[in-house]
């Protein structure tokens, strides 16, 4: 059986590794590695962008918060208000509870990082380029569940098969699966 499945693993290997190699009625082989490479950068490349300047528009936005004009008011320390709510969680406010008493944190400003919430924005658009990439290909995926549970049942179809298929060779072998 060892050998078997080492030889089905082979087979596999050399199929992939001929992909490189074959060359398609255009002249051009199956799969390029540099044409790889070249959309994973570029791809990397247009994330990054996007992280950059979604970064660059919450610094600017952070700032422009945190530069209060001294004429229109005087800036104190800033407060954190804390309290329970009904489910027993903890709620953290600029704005105290409006339904009953809140404990409140005067904050050191030299202690204070300021970080932008993340934006899921990019990841909506990922997936959304990634389902329709895939329902063209028909490549399933962890964001489309049907896909995934087909997937699921033909995998196990295969090993039945593949079970069925390695107990008829040892019987027409009379061997042990080794």
Same mark, same amino acid.
């Given at each position: 059986?060892?050998?078997?499945?080492?030889?089905?693993?082979?087979?596999?290997?050399?199929?992939?590794?001929?992909?490189?190699?074959?060359?398609?009625?255009?002249?051009?082989?199956?799969? +390029?590695?540099?044409?790889?490479?070249?959309?994973?950068?570029?791809?990397?490349?247009?994330?990054?962008?996007?992280?950059?300047?979604?970064? +660059?528009?919450?610094?600017?936005?952070?700032?422009?918060?945190?530069?209060? *004009?001294?004429?229109?008011?005087?800036?104190?320390?800033?407060?954190?208000?804390?309290?329970?709510?009904? /489910?027993?969680?903890?709620?953290?406010?600029?704005?105290?509870?409006?339904?009953?008493?809140?404990?409140?944190? %005067?904050?050191?400003?030299?202690?204070? %990082?300021?970080?932008?919430?993340?934006? %899921?924005?990019?990841? *909506?658009?990922?997936?959304?380029?990634?389902?329709?990439?895939?329902?063209?290909?028909?490549?399933?995926?962890?964001? /489309?569940?049907?896909?995934?549970?087909?997937?699921?049942? *033909?995998?196990? +179809?295969?090993?039945?098969?593949?079970?069925?298929?390695?107990?008829?060779?040892?019987?027409? %072998?009379?061997? /042990?699966?080794?």
């Amino acid at each position: 059986m060892k050998s078997v499945s080492y030889m089905m693993i082979m087979v596999m290997l050399i199929g992939l590794g001929s992909l490189f190699v074959l060359k398609r009625p255009d002249g051009k082989p199956w799969i +390029n590695a540099e044409e790889l490479v070249q959309k994973a950068q570029g791809s990397a490349q247009t994330v990054f962008q996007y992280s950059e300047h979604t970064l +660059n528009k919450a610094v600017g936005k952070a700032k422009e918060l945190a530069d209060i *004009d001294p004429e229109k008011e005087v800036r104190s320390d800033p407060v954190i208000y804390k309290w329970r709510d009904e /489910n027993g969680n903890w709620i953290y406010s600029d704005k105290p509870n409006p339904k009953g008493d809140s404990l409140h944190h %005067t904050l050191d400003p030299s202690r204070v %990082t300021i970080m932008a919430a993340e934006d %899921t924005a990019i990841l *909506d658009k990922l997936a959304s380029e990634k389902s329709a990439n895939e329902s063209q290909h028909g490549v399933p995926s962890a964001l /489309n569940p049907a896909a995934v549970n087909k997937l699921m049942k *033909d995998a196990k +179809n295969v090993q039945k098969l593949m079970d069925d298929r390695t107990k008829q060779l040892d019987d027409a %072998t009379g061997g /042990n699966g080794d």
